[in-house]
């Protein structure tokens, strides 16, 4: 059974960086599409990013696009969210996604079937 593992999370004041990585442990995961979504106390998950594994294609939320950028490392099979010039408002936990075959409801919680533990991130004012 393959599992997703979060890390990189933390504590951060605005305007300062993190990257966040998402690995699969367990069986090897040989899916296309990986996801980031996001979910700040009091509201429902959102869409952050996402990635087509084989087609090197990411799709970001408008509130990180050009911020935010999703990218794989093949040889170590993870998935990972470099966040800048990070605001007060991306304060979420954030959760890393996965399915096997690409779907164009990237955006779509329901389309995704494996999910991590997700990781905090806080940023100061």
């Known amino acids: 059974q393959v599992q997703l593992v979060e890390s990189g999370g933390g504590l951060v004041q605005t305007g300062n960086s993190l990257t966040l990585s998402c690995a699969a442990s367990g069986r090897p995961f040989s899916g296309n599409a990986m996801g980031w979504f996001r979910q700040a106390p009091g509201e429902e998950r959102k869409f952050v990013a996402a990635?087509?594994?084989?087609?090197?294609?990411?799709y970001y939320a408008d509130s990180v696009k050009g911020r935010f950028t999703i990218s794989k490392d093949r040889a170590k099979k993870t998935v990972s969210l470099q966040m800048n010039n990070l605001k007060p408002e991306d304060t979420a936990i954030y959760y890393c996604a996965a399915r096997l075959i690409w779907n164009v409801q990237y955006y779509n919680q329901e389309m995704y079937t494996i999910w991590g533990q997700g990781t905090q991130v806080t940023v100061s004012s």
């Open positions: 990635f087509m594994w084989d087609a090197n294609r990411a």
